[in-house]
């Protein structure tokens, strides 16, 4: 079991930058794959990026590419997402989430995270 909890949500002006961080519980957590999505209102939850368990390889969606970047600190028990060049079109409700390594799934996938934190709310004010 992995329990998640999110924090560095807020409320940003457009162009600005927020960097959220997720914490998670346990002692395996190097051997989970990491991701974060997003769930504007009204919208379905978007998966925007992951990263492997040591960190060596990521993924973005095009809506983040080049603009957000995901790590890791396995010492620390934390995933962030670093967000840059904020855009209204950005604001959600954005939550962390695991999926084990050696379940089978590649990063660009969505699938099988099956552990989730509460969610940290951004707004992007224009």
């Known amino acids: 079991q992995v329990q998640l909890v999110e924090s560095g949500g807020g409320l940003v002006q457009a162009g600005g930058s927020l960097r959220l961080s997720c914490v998670a519980s346990?002692?395996?957590?190097?051997?989970?794959?990491m991701g974060w999505f997003r769930q504007a209102p009204g919208k379905e939850r978007e998966f925007i990026t992951a990263?492997?368990?040591?960190?060596?390889?990521?993924y973005q969606a095009d809506s983040v590419q080049g603009r957000f970047t995901i790590s890791r600190d396995n010492d620390k028990n934390t995933v962030y997402l670093q967000m840059n060049s904020l855009k209204p079109e950005d604001t959600a409700v954005y939550y962390c989430?695991?999926?084990?390594?050696?379940?089978?799934?590649?990063?660009?996938?969505?699938?099988?995270?099956?552990?989730w934190g509460q969610g940290t709310q951004v707004t992007v004010s224009s």
């Open positions: 989430a695991a999926r084990a390594s050696n379940a089978g799934y590649g990063l660009g996938t969505g699938k099988g995270f099956n552990f």
């Open positions: 346990g002692r395996t957590f190097s051997s989970y794959q």
């Open positions: 990263i492997n368990s040591n960190g060596g390889t990521t």
